[in-house]
């Protein structure tokens, strides 16, 4: 199938969850400031719905991006794959809710943990989806050599570790686990640097795809 319905349905999907997480920053709370210093209190107690905030909008954008790039060379997509990105986009419309969780709640271990676990699911399955299109001998990726694409499914996993990894360090450490994410790009390159390169003159040895 082609890949148009799916890309617009999934760049909706991210765009309306990017603006439905900034409804949670109100004024409301600020109603009762009548000076400058209440004011600025009210701010600063607002700090962790704040931050919350931020931290899921740029995540989301991250994991945007990573879409963007995967549709630069998906060029069809089968019924597994549809599944695959129906399963990402759930976890994509929870988390305004679970940002919500954890600026209300970032007190107590569940608060804490079910962000990293709405990011980690959203993880997981762009991650499994990647590896279904880019599978040898699939014919739903273009513009990637076949050591290029190995290469590419082992620099996508990187997420899922950071991401397994952030939700074992949130009940520890809050949401200063996902500074974890800022080591994607040395943890990709190291993971798709162990596919040994196999070419002569830029053709490989040897062909996976099958007869």
Same mark, same amino acid.
């Given at each position: 199938m082609s890949t148009r319905r799916l890309e617009a349905f999934t760049d909706g999907v991210f765009a309306i969850a990017a603006t439905l997480l900034v409804l949670d920053l109100t004024v409301n709370d600020l109603a009762g400031a009548?000076?400058?210093?209440?004011?600025?209190? @009210? !701010?600063v107690d607002m700090w962790p719905a704040v931050s919350? %905030?931020?931290?899921? %909008?740029f995540l989301l954008c991250l994991l945007w991006s990573i879409h963007v790039r995967q549709f630069?060379?998906? $060029?069809?997509v089968d019924t597994p794959m549809l599944w695959l990105n129906t399963l990402r986009l759930f976890g994509v419309v929870l988390i305004p809710f679970t940002t919500s969780l954890d600026s209300r709640f970032g007190g107590l271990t569940l608060g804490q943990t079910l962000l990293p676990i709405n990011f980690f699911w959203v993880v997981l399955f762009g991650y499994l989806l990647w590896v279904r299109a880019a599978a040898p001998g699939s014919g739903l990726i273009e513009g990637l050599s076949p050591l290029e694409a190995a290469r590419s499914r082992r620099d996508a996993l990187s997420a899922v570790i950071l991401g397994a990894v952030v939700v074992i360090a949130a009940p520890f450490i809050g949401s200063w686990a996902f500074i974890a994410y800022a080591f994607?790009?040395?943890?990709?390159? !190291? !993971?798709? @640097?162990r596919i040994e390169d196999?070419? $002569?003159s830029g053709v490989p040895e040897t062909d996976p795809r099958p007869e």
């Open positions: 009548k000076t400058d210093a209440e004011l600025w209190r @009210g !701010l919350s %905030f931020a931290i899921s %909008f630069e060379y998906i $060029v069809h994607d790009t040395p943890l990709s390159r !190291l !993971l798709s @640097g196999t070419t $002569v």
